[in-house]
């Protein structure tokens, strides 16, 4: 294992700043993606955990076509508009009326950007504490070729983050209607060819940890996941493994490549803090 001692720390100001806002390579002075490696803060914290290759490459091939149909819908007229850089804005109803949902306008970069959740979800104002519809509608197949895969995710999780692990776990066992089994996790993001704007993820529990994963095919440049604080950047191919602090604000570098002619698909799994609120 490589071990990498951050010296640059960029002000909270300036970091702040930042949120929105594409990141360009300026922001990337240290990249990790060749090998195991530990990154420690300048004050000696793990800031995160690079795993090369980590994953069985039987595991992850039989995960990655249900994972790749998950990623149907278009970041475009979805709700994320921190990560997608452009806020949101009022929508309209099929018939011409204004709906109360803001949504993410249209933007030539966010073409072809696509995502997805697996697990669970809490409770908001249109829909309860709920299953999601792609899980609930393909249980079998879920638990047949993506279940496995979490699993090996969350062992890794298990092995090199293991106090934040636990945290984590201790929360999640006390939903178990809410938990993917077997794992600390209630989610799974999944981002097709969606290269984000600096953002700071919300929603999950800040016990825990973030934990990425990425499907890489094709020609194309950039992608690479930074975090602006630390001038640090992350390179992920497929298999590999990446545990981090995802409440710092980070984003990808933008996406270059022949539409059509390339797929970069990553997976975020967490636990959603909400849940704990739900019935059983």
């Known amino acids: 294992m490589k071990h990498i001692h951050l010296k640059f720390e960029r002000p909270d100001a300036e970091v702040n700043e930042l949120e929105r806002q594409m990141i360009d390579k300026a922001y990337v002075k240290t990249v990790v993606e060749g090998e195991d490696t530990t990154v420690h803060t300048p004050n000696g914290d793990v800031h995160a955990v690079f795993l090369k290759g980590a994953i069985p490459q039987g595991t992850y091939e039989m995960a990655y076509p249900f994972l790749l ?49 697996l697990g669970y979800l809490d409770q908001n104002n249109f829909s309860p504490c709920r299953l999601t519809a792609y899980t609930r509608n393909h249980w079998e197949q879920f638990g047949g070729t993506v279940l496995p895969y979490i699993q090996a995710v969350d062992s890794l999780f298990r092995n090199h983050m293991p106090q934040r692990r636990e945290a984590q776990l201790s929360v999640a066992s006390t939903t178990p209607g809410y938990t993917i089994a077997g794992t600390a996790f209630s989610t799974v993001t999944v981002n097709l060819n969606f290269a984000t704007a600096c953002h700071r ?13 990425c499907f890489t095919s094709g020609e194309f440049t950039g992608g690479t996941l930074v975090f602006p604080k630390w001038n640090l950047g992350f390179n992920l191919s497929t298999g590999d493994v990446l545990l981090c602090n995802v409440h710092e604000l980070h984003g990808n570098l933008p996406l270059v490549g022949e539409m059509g002619k390339y797929r970069r698909l990553s997976c975020v799994f967490y636990y959603r803090e909400k849940l704990q609120g739900c019935s059983d």
Do not use: C, H, W
């Open 69 to 117: 149909k998950a990623a149907s819908s278009s970041v475009i007229g979805g709700f994320r508009g921190t990560a997608a850089g452009t806020g949101t804005q009022p929508s309209y109803k099929k018939d011409g009326t204004l709906s109360n949902m803001r949504r993410v306008p249209k933007d030539e970069r966010l073409q072809g950007a696509k995502d997805g959740v």
């Open 201 to 213: 993820d919300s929603g999950d529990l800040v016990d825990g940890a973030g934990v990425i994963t």
